[in-house]
């Protein structure tokens, strides 16, 4: 038989490995051809190049199942910067933070974005955006606009689907977005925390694949057994592993993938990535080889990903090379055939974005101390409380000081604090404003952040409001980032111009940024230190948490669904 | 949480039962509610139909991941009232022979049969019609009729690709019924008997995800570790599960699937299907969770049927009770919720074909027994030998009398056969003859079949021309069928109206009248009991097996790809 491929020169040769075989369960030793991106062959040939593995293991490049990247403040080629040295070579990405702010330009910019990293970026098309009807987000993804988002090939299927009621109850716009997703045999992401029981058989049989909310043993092999496959989550604040393996039998692995969902850059720095969970499953007792699957050949499995997730000609020849089956760091990662990074660096120029991706997003209406003010007749007011370490909030009251016109103002109130959310997006002037529980320390200035879940418009802290004012300007100015602000001076400041959420910056200088920032945060802004001081800020603007959220409408009371009055007594 | 599901009243409640749960790999005792067709819940509750398990075992029904339902001579209603009452729900069928004789009209068929029976018959289409190029089938499928195929959602994929050097030489056409096949993120059935190394790496490579050609456990692993799903075969004549078993280790059972390729009726009558196969993995020492997912779970991943291959809620309720996970035996089979079959007997009418499906596809031209004049001007012949058990065939010689028109007739030489292909698609008149061998044991008669792989064109042996000639005309008056007739009566036929391959009567008549025909073959007409009578008959117009066959145009010189003389020495 003539084989054309038989005689063909590989552009590399890895030799003296020892192949990690997923599909087989088992490793062996040899060497893998690559050319034109894929591989090629486990035949020894001829290549351009030649790479001695030195006996070490060779596995799949690590695969994501589920991320945020805008959770890490990195762009897209920031994001790819931080993650392959680390071997993950592939991340399905749900842009649901980019999207609440850019629409449809922001999935499309995303496919793009794709095209271009040496890291490979699938799309799951965000299915809550916004994620209430009555909120200010920068976009609104009708069914109609899922449904056109779904056709393109980088795109895996629908995003995380965190109406579980308009599922459970066949929501018609919720049913035509998943149902558009499976008539493309593509996969719909579930989200799910809690659910169980009829609910939950109700949610799956919606369609629903996946889901990375399991915290108990008992919750993923609910899942799996209902037919999703669970995704073991282990990110910067819910890490779920640990206490899922006794539930993780090795005869429903196959079932079980691996995800990061939200990850701050200095924990991945730190840490690691997908490998560094691999590793911490197999001391958690995995076998190596299923814990391998569930980050590789599962994931591929589960998102119809079969250009992937195995070393096996034809598929993609994203490698990584690791000195052990315990630790699994990364000695030298390959995308598509190209040596991407070798001890823990990237031996590539750093990747770069589009020049326009998701740029110019922040537009406000002129901003000045005087719309903050707040108006409590009665004196006794309605204030948001928090709790350490957690960001549901509770209902607090005070009894304030106000002025003839009826308002609160700082002055008059020392020790107190105001919260306001500020419309950004189409510049529409829409300010909500209320006090914040003193518990939350800060004095001496204000802080601002555009990040603020999930329609992301600025929302700010103060003990006055002039601060507060000058802090939202400097938001705006650098189009996007989070700002502090003391005495009419911008102290410190972290620039986020991609979409307002991320920056153009490269992780070493975000994680640095934000380190310094925090610092300053508590020590000479006083914030306390059993909150985090800017992601405290971030979800106080998210309607779904309970229990009282601020919008750019006002207070909002999430278990009785309304708005309600920052005067108690309205 | 409110759940419309929640108190929906079921059709139909199987409770007391032990749910055999492939997708966590457990078995675990309750209940199993369905409603319109498909699995509700687990939690017990009203239903309009109360079915009691008596403790026994509820698996998914089975799956054959490959078969030719024509090798049943069985139309796909027959087919259907065959295997449910063994508990197969769903076939992926190649309707590789009918396709030869209907192309395009075949393969539309058979999605609508698999829309109107209860069984679920999901199609792959045909990669390779013909089979070479000079062949006079019935149709061509030509990559453009591939693709418009292909976007049915009854179709998973392209059927098993035979021309494997036209795979791993990527020849244009193969590639573009491959390429279309993947861009629709559909399956690609290979055929790659003892194919391997390079070549193997090639064809796999190339996109071909499954193999039901292992005879080998080293074939087997090769073929997992290159990314290809093993499909294990257990038909009529190939029988590869108890040679293979030492090569499924439980690492890579996941990629193992169960199937039958061809497989007779009456085999099936006798021994069961898809749970006779699983039942005899679990026999050969395979975990029987790990046996039945190859019949399940497995191909239904390898497909991307989300909709069946476990039992939970929002899949078919394709469910087969068994009494043990030994014996597999199905004592009560439901497919989309209705009760199908208990006891080993259909509990509903017998499925029926439409009335026009693949009707009337026999023309022939006038045929007498001139058309079996044989040239042979040198009285020196070549001849087709066959070889004891083996559809491989050898060039023998032998000395013929001829008469002045320098044609060999067999009155002139007794104990000598002729055979001969009609066309019998366009009705061509086009006749290929040759000398048969001896061997083969037919006398008094003759015997024609419209069963002749793979362009399905008449074939006949017989040791008078004249006989040759009324059996051949009696197939094409039956619109297809196998006849034997004894100077000048017809002794025995079996009617295959349906495409000229298959018949539309139950399977016990069908089974019954074919051992009538043997058992008339081997003792009234010779045929020796070394060969399958029909079988080899069919088998010697297809000119891909070794080493001489018969074709339409004559003498075929399978080795050296070239037509050959009858005459020795011409």
Known sequence: MTAVLQTDCADLLIENVRIVDVLSGTVREG?????????????????????????????????????????????????????LPFGTTTVVA?????????????????????????????????SCVPALPFEDSGAVLASEDVKKLLAYPEVLGLGEMMNFPGVINRDPEVMAKINATLALGKTVDGHAPMLTGTGLEAYASAGIKTDHECSTPEELRERVALGMYAAIRQGSAARNLLALVPGIDA???????????????????????????????????????????????????????????????????????????TNFKAEAVWTEGNLVAEKGRLTIPAPEDAP?????????????????????????????????????TVEKFADVKIREDGNMYLADNPGMIKIAVVERHKASGKTGVALFDPAYGLSGGAIATSISHDSHNIVVAGDNEAD???????????????????????????????????????????????????????????ITKTADAFMTLSF????????????????????????????AEA
Do not use: W
């Open 251 to 325: 005869k429903l692995t196959r079932r079980c993938l691996l995800c990061t969902d939200d990850r701050h850059a200095a924990d991945t720095l730190e840490k690691g990535h997908i490998g560094a969970i691999v590793a911490l499953a197999v001391k958690a007792g995995i076998d190596p080889i299923e814990a391998i699957r569930m980050a590789t050949l599962n994931t591929a499995e589960c998102y119809g990903m079969n250009d992937r997730g195995a070393i096996a000609p034809g598929r993609r020849a994203d490698l990584v090379l690791v000195d052990n089956l």
């Open 356 to 392: 326009d991706f998701l740029r110019n997003t922040v537009h406000i209406a002129p901003v000045t101390e005087a719309d903050f003010a707040l108006p409590i007749p009665s004196g006794h007011a309605r204030m948001i409380g928090i709790l350490p370490h957690d960001l549901t």
């Open 94 to 126: 749900d842009p649901h933070e980019m999207a609440n702010v850019s629409g449809e330009e922001a999935v499309l910019g995303l496919i793009k974005a794709s095209q271009r990293l040496p890291m490979s970026i699938k799309v799951m098309v965000p």
């Open 540 to 567: 106080m603007a998210l309607p779904v948490i309970p229990y009282l959220k601020l919008t750019t409408r006002g207070l909002f009371d999430v278990m009785n669904f309304r708005f309600v009055s920052s005067d």
């Open 468 to 526: 507060m004012a000058t802090a939202v300007r400097e938001v705006a100015n650098l189009q996007g980032g989070i700002v502090m602000v003391s005495k009419g001076e911008i102290v410190a400041e972290l620039e986020l111009p991609v979409a307002g959420l991320m920056s153009d910056k490269n992780p070493d200088e975000v994680a640095a940024k934000i380190r310094k920032l925090t610092a300053l945060a508590h020590d000479r802004f006083g």
């Open 31 to 83: 060497c893998v051809a690559v050319k034109d991106g894929r591989i090629l062959s486990f035949t020894r040939r001829e290549a351009a190049e030649v790479y001695d593995g030195a006996g070490r293991y060779l596995v799949p490049g690590f695969i994501d199942s589920h991320v945020h990247i805008e959770s890490s403040m990195l762009s897209p080629a920031g994001f790819a910067s931080l993650l």
